[in-house]
């Protein structure tokens, strides 16, 4: 079945620091790829995403590239700021059936000091 | 913007009682979702709804069951609470194949 991988955290950094999140996924066909981001106390929300091969989806600063060769759409950010701090969430959306079950991966906490 | 509201931000139950779940959108989605978030274990799919009165069980369907009588209700129900099921419940709702909305959360304990 589909599954997504992403790194373990937490991610520590500066503020300023370039920051990177893996994600890599497994599934047939050809699904649609998210980030997610959960700050403290809510729920998530769709922080990008993309739906066919070398797309790339950007928001916030944020930008993540679906390279199919790889089957990974890995995180970025140039500068990350205190406010970035969040759990950061990668999933894909397949069709199986017609229901489309969303996939989500563990999460990778990112914590950002001043 | 689409909203979706969760009854309860907290709640507190003892062993055996029975559990209500509410989870109310506002934009006339079809699918809608409820997941379980535990640390270290991501988001776990309890069940799903793509239409009114459909549901399909999710990856840990055991001890839990839904309702959906109307389009923008989806009920979780814990028949039993146990003490393993203290978690953060997450309420989820997306049209089609489209980005999902999330509710704040329900962090349940069961005592």
């Known amino acids: 079945g589909d599954s997504v991988t992403q790194m373990e955290g937490p991610v520590t950094l500066s503020e300023e620091a370039f920051l990177t999140i893996n994600c890599t996924y497994t599934?047939?066909?050809?699904?649609?790829l998210f980030w997610y981001v959960q700050y403290p106390g809510e729920g998530l929300q769709l922080l990008l995403k993309?739906?066919?091969?070398?797309d790339k989806g950007s928001n916030k600063g944020f930008e993540a590239t679906y390279r199919k060769e790889t089957t990974s759409f890995h995180l970025e950010k140039g500068s990350v700021q205190v406010s970035d701090s969040a759990v950061y969430f990668c999933?894909?959306?397949?069709?199986?059936?017609?229901?489309?079950?969303?996939?989500f991966g563990r999460g990778t906490s990112l914590i950002v000091h001043p | 913007d689409v909203k979706v509201t969760q009854s309860s931000r907290y709640l507190v139950k003892r062993t055996g009682e029975k559990v209500f779940l509410e989870c109310v959108q506002d934009?006339?989605?079809?699918?809608m979702f409820w997941y379980r978030q535990d640390p270290g274990l991501g988001l776990r799919l309890i069940y799903f709804?793509?239409?009114?009165?459909?549901?399909e069980k999710g990856d840990i369907p055991e001890g839990y069951s839904v309702s959906r009588e109307k389009k923008e209700r989806f009920s979780l129900i814990l028949e039993s609470a146990s003490t393993n099921q203290t978690s953060m419940y997450l309420c989820?709702?997306?049209?089609?194949?489209?980005?999902?909305?999330f509710g704040s959360g329900t962090q349940l304990s069961v005592l």
């Open positions: 989820a709702s997306r049209q089609e194949n489209e980005k999902l909305f």
């Open positions: 993309a739906t066919k091969a070398d």
């Open positions: 999933a894909l959306s397949h069709s199986s059936g017609g229901s489309y079950i969303p996939t």
């Open positions: 599934a047939t066909g050809y699904p649609s």
């Open positions: 934009m006339d989605h079809e699918n």
């Open positions: 709804s793509y239409d009114v009165k459909m549901k």
